[in-house]
């Protein structure tokens, strides 16, 4: 059986948040008249959206199946980063140094062109995209600081002797102190720019700072003029600038590593491991995330402090976690924890869906038979129902938000998402959900969106999420929402207005009592349309086609498809 995809169990709503005005149905023949439409996309930028599309799917297929990011993968992946750096700023010094050479004549100027070379060539491979682990990188580390010790070295030996010639102490002294202070900057350099602990960052620079004296003592031993030029005073002056220089390397490692550490576990929340980033949006994000003891996947979503939320937006976010976590049917997504982080980023834990949306699903493979629409349905009635019960509105029912996953071994197991712009019924005086649910604002995806959510002339109620919920079933029998469009003031406008064409209409072999059931859902007036959930489940339980979808066909349907070829959307939090 073809593994399925995995998911983190969100998706963003497209959600229209405007200023709460009224739009009565006397303005829409005005407001229409006003309206600006986009200009059309043409093919060819269709072409390449969908492909970036498709290309971004499959990275974050790969990302989900990764493993588990430790510390050494954060690790590498800074050491690539500093090292790109490191070298980018030795080629423009080596490059300097080469120019000069160019015009003052300098006995190593084949050799800096080959150091040159190899620093471009180091530059350009960290910049592209080959995969690299850490050890490698710990590789490219040694060869690159290596290759500049061994031409510092060589440097120092060749112009420290040749100024001996002359026979002048002095003219020794200059070459010596510039070869002192390039070991120095170059120690430097590398206590900043590379992530050590502290053992290994003394292993690398240690030896590095004993090797200009090691020269200049073996240069002393060889040559009078060196060994007058390197006095006693000048030999312990060199030798405590490395010594303070190393010191701070080491101390300055030893500190960045330890702050990089406990960042890495701030990442952590609470008992909770992130893995990787599935999406963000305007104010959140979503991260695939695993229990640490109880290696469980999971996804968390949170809102970080300064990130564009203002207080009521986080508000709604507790709000969310709060009331999702009150339900606890089987087709309603899970939520696990939640909590805020000492810097105020606040999260919550919900189940990691194995799965694809009904919007992924109809987008890869095409409208579905209608037996497995009513399937679908059944069980999303079934999670309303108690969020009904429960004095929760969800508001923002679309394909995007519900899942057909994999639960306990049972395929097409639907699963409803996303309560962001949940409302409260029960307790309509409640202040904290007067301020969080304005009367009046428009909220939730236009394609999918009930007229009363459109004009805002009422409160929407149970009979709100039931509208939605046959767009939704519209959109799995013909591919296409009730209504199409850019411009999302055109999309409320005509779920206010205008009459749905007949999903029959649009493909063959719809059954009649199943439009029926569709076109109640989508009536213009609330009162017109089934007046709860149970009486819609009821209505679609009596289809012919109801138990046509068994158990047994879901899992025959999905062990047959390729989920690598097909679109998985992980995007960010409507949050």
């Given at each position: 059986?073809?593994?399925?995809?995995?998911?983190a169990?969100?998706?963003?709503?497209?959600?229209?948040?405007?200023?709460?005005?009224?739009?009565k149905?006397?303005?829409?023949?005005?407001l229409?008249?006003?309206?600006?439409?986009?200009?059309p996309?043409?093919?060819e930028e269709q072409?390449?959206a969908?492909?970036?599309s498709?290309?971004t799917?499959?990275?974050?297929?790969?990302?989900?199946?990764?493993p588990?990011?430790?510390?050494a993968?954060?690790?590498?992946?800074?050491?690539?980063?500093?090292?790109?750096?490191?070298?980018?700023v030795?080629?423009?010094?080596?490059?300097?140094?080469?120019v000069?050479g160019?015009?003052?004549?300098?006995?190593?100027?084949?050799?800096?062109?080959?150091?040159?070379?190899?620093?471009?060539?180091?530059?350009?491979?960290?910049?592209?995209?080959?995969?690299?682990?850490?050890?490698?990188?710990?590789r490219?580390?040694?060869t690159?600081?290596g290759?500049?010790g061994?031409?510092?070295?060589?440097?120092q030996?060749?112009?420290?002797?040749?100024?001996?010639i002359a026979?002048?102490?002095l003219q020794?002294?200059?070459?010596?102190?510039?070869?002192?202070?390039?070991?120095?900057?170059?120690?430097?350099?590398?206590?900043?720019?590379?992530?050590n602990t502290?053992?290994?960052?003394?292993?690398?620079?240690?030896?590095?700072?004993?090797?200009?004296l090691?020269?200049?003592?073996v240069l002393?031993?060889?040559?009078?003029?060196?060994?007058?030029?390197?006095?006693?005073?000048?030999?312990?002056?060199?030798a405590i600038?490395?010594l303070?220089?190393?010191?701070a390397?080491i101390y300055?490692?030893?500190?960045?590593?330890?702050?990089?550490?406990?960042?890495?576990k701030?990442?952590?929340?609470?008992q909770?491991?992130?893995?990787?980033?599935?999406?963000?949006?305007?104010?959140?994000?979503?991260?695939?995330?695993?229990?640490?003891?109880?290696?469980?996947?999971?996804?968390?979503?949170?809102i970080?402090p300064g990130q564009?939320a203002?207080?009521?937006?986080?508000?709604?976010?507790?709000?969310?976690?709060?009331a999702?976590?009150k339900?606890?049917?089987?087709n309603?997504v899970?939520v696990?924890?939640?909590?805020?982080?000492?810097?105020?980023?606040?999260?919550?834990?919900?189940e990691?869906?194995?799965?694809?949306?009904?919007?992924?699903?109809i987008?890869?493979?095409?409208p579905?038979?209608?037996?497995r629409?009513?399937?679908?349905?059944?069980?999303i009635?079934?999670?309303?129902?108690e969020?009904h019960?429960s004095?929760?509105?969800?508001?923002?029912i679309?394909?995007?938000?519900?899942f057909?996953?994999?639960?306990?071994?049972?395929y097409?197991v639907?699963?409803?998402?996303?309560?962001g712009?949940?409302?409260?019924?029960?307790?309509?005086s409640?202040?904290?959900?007067m301020q969080?649910?304005?009367v009046?604002?428009?909220?939730?995806?236009?394609m999918?969106?009930?007229?009363?959510q459109?004009?805002?002339?009422?409160?929407?109620?149970?009979?709100?999420d039931?509208?939605?919920?046959?767009a939704v079933?519209?959109?799995?029998?013909?591919g296409?929402?009730?209504?199409?469009?850019?411009n999302?003031?055109?999309?409320m406008i005509?779920?206010a207005?205008?009459?749905?064409?007949?999903?029959?209409?649009?493909?063959?072999?719809?059954?009649?009592?199943?439009?029926?059931?569709?076109?109640r859902c989508?009536?213009?007036k609330?009162?017109?349309?089934?007046k709860?959930v149970?009486?819609l489940?009821?209505?679609?339980a009596?289809?012919?086609?109801?138990?046509?979808?068994?158990?047994q066909r879901?899992?025959?349907?999905?062990s047959t498809?390729?989920?690598?070829n097909?679109?998985?959307?992980v995007?960010?939090?409507s949050?």
């Open positions: 059986m073809a593994e399925e995809t995995r998911f169990a969100m998706e963003p709503g497209t959600e229209l948040m405007s200023d709460p005005k009224t739009l149905p006397s303005d829409i023949t005005d229409e008249a006003t309206l600006i439409v986009p200009a996309v043409p093919v072409s390449r969908q492909s970036r498709s290309n799917t499959r990275a974050n297929v790969a990302m989900i199946d990764a588990q990011p430790r510390l993968e954060v690790t590498a992946s800074l050491l690539r980063r500093r090292l790109r750096a490191a070298s980018l030795l080629l423009i010094a080596v490059g300097l140094l080469f000069r160019l015009f003052v004549p300098i006995p190593f100027r084949w050799p800096l062109a080959v150091l040159l070379f190899v620093l471009l060539g180091s530059y350009l491979f960290l910049k592209s995209g080959v995969s690299l682990s850490l050890q490698q990188l710990r490219v580390e040694l690159l600081f290759l500049i061994v031409q510092l070295v060589w440097m030996t060749v112009l420290i002797s040749d100024a001996s026979g002048d102490p020794v002294a200059v070459p010596m102190q510039m070869g002192i202070l390039s070991w120095f900057a170059i120690i430097l350099l590398y206590g900043m720019f590379i992530p502290w053992q290994r960052a003394a292993l690398m620079i240690v030896p590095p700072a004993l090797a200009p090691a020269v200049i003592g002393c031993l060889r040559n009078p003029v060196i060994a007058a030029a390197a006095s006693a005073a000048q030999i312990k002056e060199a600038l490395f303070v220089g190393s010191a390397s300055g490692t030893h500190t960045i590593n330890s702050l990089r550490t406990e960042a890495f701030a990442k952590q929340f609470g909770y491991r992130l893995k990787q980033l599935l999406g963000k949006g305007g104010m959140g994000e979503v991260y695939l995330a695993e229990h640490q003891l109880l290696k469980r996947p999971c996804a968390i979503k949170l970080r564009g203002d207080p009521t937006a986080i508000a709604r976010f507790e709000r969310e976690v709060r999702t976590a339900l606890s049917h089987w309603t899970n696990y924890d939640y909590g805020r982080t000492d810097d105020g980023t606040f999260y919550y834990v919900m990691y869906l194995h799965g694809l949306s009904l919007a992924d699903l987008k890869t493979y095409g579905m038979p209608p037996e629409v009513v399937y679908l349905l059944l069980q009635c079934r999670a309303l129902t969020a019960h004095g929760l509105i969800h508001r923002d679309k394909p995007a938000n519900i057909a996953s994999k639960q306990g071994g049972v097409d639907a699963k409803l998402l996303d309560f712009l949940v409302k409260y019924v029960a307790h309509p409640d202040e904290e959900s969080l649910t304005q009046g604002s428009y909220s939730g995806s236009p999918y969106m009930s007229p009363e459109a004009t805002s002339e009422t409160d929407p109620d149970a009979r709100s039931i509208y939605s919920l046959g079933a519209y959109f799995l029998l013909t296409q929402p009730p209504f199409q469009g850019t999302p003031i055109r999309l005509a779920h207005r205008d009459e749905v064409v007949p999903a029959s209409q649009l493909v063959a072999n719809v059954p009649q009592d199943l439009e029926d059931v569709i076109l989508l009536a213009k609330p009162i017109e349309r089934f709860d149970c009486d489940q009821q209505a679609l009596r289809c012919r086609c109801a138990d046509l979808w068994t158990e879901a899992a025959d349907w999905w498809i390729q989920l690598t097909g679109v998985a959307n995007a960010g939090p949050a």
